[in-house]
């Protein structure tokens, strides 16, 4: 990594250099005097050692990069009894199926884990926009988490994030893997 | 040819510089009628130091891809009875070029020694036998590519007055690693370099209009929060992390705001911020989804998706909010408005199956499809206006692409590795 940031530092940094005057050298135009070339050019050219300081700084002051976050998955870390619910293309309304089955999630969460705090994971399948579907994955999980708190969840219980269609179930690019992917998943994280 | 068109094409060439300097805008170098300029690559010639096959390769294949892609020219090989020769006025022969039908003529040479390079680029109007250009580079081999870039835009800003943005950098999202992370890359697809490592998912590339800056939204904290990253550093800072979703960030023309949904009030609206993520300003207020802001060039509209009408539909506000008007009105699913530069088109995407690339005046008028095949998303002008990076699915998998404002010329240029699409072209350093 620290070579290819170098890299990646030294080509931008010359890259400057060379767009910027310092390289750069007007040739006259040549009707009579092909000599303009032909002498060896009058600036001489940077270094190519004036930009290495700033390489040298680069990788000390990378500190980000360094430190890479291991994002944890958390719908495979914890496995739960709670079940996920389904959409309609571009829809967040719960049909009585997914309220059924949220009515099951909500008994869950009240009587078996009266302790847990649960994160509800918005989902979308890959035909709309994935800008637009993150913010319709976000709706998904608003929609079973004000259900959720009318069956007596407290919503202080419940956090929400949309992953829009980023993480599709099925990888698939079919009705059946769309409809799959459309979905809220209930994930404890304690 | 005949001596006639020769006449007035040599014309043509010695005013088309003036001319277009004299007015300020877009005007591309075509000759009248249906004849388009002819510019031939010659091949690059060696003047000092060791042979590079390498070199030449390079040189060629850049000015190639650029010049193709440039439009006002028919690229042309050189033809037979014009090799072996120099690249200075008087060391060679305008003869064959000009019966060849070539009107512009590109001629190099290069002087390896160890890990250095100079090249030296001409160019030529033919039929004038005259020179117009004339350009030297230095730097290491590994800048080659760079100097011929420049070089392209150096011959586009001599015949139309603009410079063209082969110099600049395209940042793109792709998940070859198995996660999605940031990429940089030149414009045409080489010198791939990997931005992010966080192995979490990040989206929605947006430099800034120094070019020096990057935001984009990461899930690195476990939630899709907005970054900037400066990308000589590598630094980040975490600039926006309200409760919910911080996302498709844009930086307006003055670098000063970055205007991006946030869902921190209860579902997805559009603010500004400050660059340092302070002094937040919201700009939309309703029970739908708002995303996606572009600003236009000026700085003073705001172009967005909502479906505050049941689809999503391309608007465009005033700065501050006020002024809503809807733009698309064909299509139901309407998303993605990028502005030009130059402030006269705005592209966006229409879902009509997949999806597919329109461009359309901020009245509404000239709604124009620029794409056709596969499904193609994330368009984003070039710098200079005369250009559009995008991604498609046409050949497989999701590919960078670039085209011709109007649709022409749509070249893929990322490797076909996993999914890379979010494309964006910076300005110019």
């Known amino acids: 990594m620290r070579t290819a940031t170098l890299g990646f530092v030294a080509l931008l940094s010359l890259g400057l250099v060379t767009a910027g005057c310092a390289k750069k050298e007007m040739v006259k135009p040549d009707d009579s005097s092909a000599s303009a070339v032909t002498t060896p050019p009058p600036a001489p050219t940077p270094p190519p050692a004036k930009t290495e300081p700033i390489a040298t700084q680069t990788i000390t002051q990378a500190p980000v990069t360094t430190a890479p976050v291991q994002e944890t998955a958390t719908t495979e870390a914890a496995p739960t009894l709670l079940e996920r619910i389904f959409f309609d293309f571009d829809a967040f309304v719960l049909s009585q199926t997914a309220r059924d089955t949220l009515s099951r999630n909500a008994e869950y969460l009240l009587k078996k884990q009266p302790g847990v705090k649960v994160q509800l994971e918005g989902h979308c399948d890959e035909r709309g926009s994935d800008e637009y579907n993150l913010s319709l994955g976000e709706k998904r999980a608003k929609a079973a988490r004000d259900y959720l708190v009318t069956l007596g969840v407290q919503a202080e219980r419940i956090s929400l994030i949309s992953y829009g269609e980023e993480k599709p179930l099925d990888p698939g690019h079919t009705d059946e893997a769309w409809a799959k992917n459309r979905r809220v998943e209930f994930v404890i994280v304690k | ?429």
């Open chain 2, 1 to 429: 040819m005949k001596r006639s068109s020769c006449i007035f094409i040599a014309l043509a060439l010695m005013l088309i510089p003036s001319l277009l300097r004299s007015q300020e805008g877009y005007r591309e170098v075509t000759a009248s009628g249906t004849h388009q300029l002819t510019l031939a690559i010659d091949v690059p010639r060696r003047l000092g130091g060791n042979d590079s096959a390498q070199v030449i390769r390079d040189t060629a294949e850049v000015l190639q891809f650029d010049m193709t892609l440039a439009g006002p020219f028919t690229v042309a090989a050189p033809p037979a009875a014009a090799t072996a020769s120099g690249i200075r006025t008087g060391e060679f022969d305008f003869a064959p070029w000009r019966s060849a039908g070539v009107d512009l003529l590109v001629k190099s040479g290069y002087t390896v020694s160890g890990d250095n390079v100079t090249v030296e680029f001409r160019l030529y109007n033919v039929n004038q036998a005259r020179e117009l250009l004339a350009k030297r580079y230095s730097g290491r081999q590994s800048d080659l590519r760079r100097m011929a870039h420049t070089f392209s835009d150096d011959i586009m800003e001599n015949l139309t007055g603009q410079r063209s943005p082969f110099t600049g950098k395209i940042a793109f999202v792709s998940n070859r690693t198995g996660n999605k992370e940031l990429f940089l890359m030149d414009y045409d697809g080489h010198n791939v370099q990997q931005l992010t490592k966080n192995r979490s998912i990040n989206l929605n590339p947006d430099f800034s209009p120094t070019g020096r800056e990057i935001i984009f939204t990461s899930y690195r904290q476990k939630n899709p929060d907005l970054y900037r990253r400066e990308l000589f550093t590598g630094a980040e800072a975490r600039v926006s992390s309200q409760k919910g979703i911080n996302a498709t960030g844009s930086w307006s023309p003055d670098g000063k705001r970055i205007a991006l949904t946030l869902s921190k009030d209860g579902n997805s609206e559009i603010y500004t911020i400050s660059r340092d993520g302070r002094d937040t300003q919201r700009l939309t207020n309703n029970s739908a989804i708002d995303v996606s802001p572009a600003w236009s060039p000026d700085g003073r509209q705001i172009a967005f998706v909502s479906d505050r009408l049941g689809k999503p539909q391309v608007f465009i506000m005033n700065a501050d909010g006020s002024g809503v008007r809807r733009l698309t009105t064909s299509g139901s699913y309407n998303v993605s408005p990028r502005w030009s530069p130059k402030g006269d088109r705005i592209v966006y995407c229409r879902q009509e199956g997949g999806f597919q690339i329109y461009a359309i005046n901020p009245d509404g008028s000239n709604d124009t499809r620029l794409t056709t095949s596969g499904s193609n998303e994330h368009p984003r002008w070039a710098p200079d206006g005369r250009f559009i990076t995008f991604s498609s699915t046409r050949d497989g998998g999701e590919s960078v692409y670039v085209m011709r404002a109007d649709g022409s010329g749509q070249t893929r240029i990322s490797e076909g590795k996993g999914k890379n699409s979010h494309p964006t072209w910076s300005p110019r350093w």
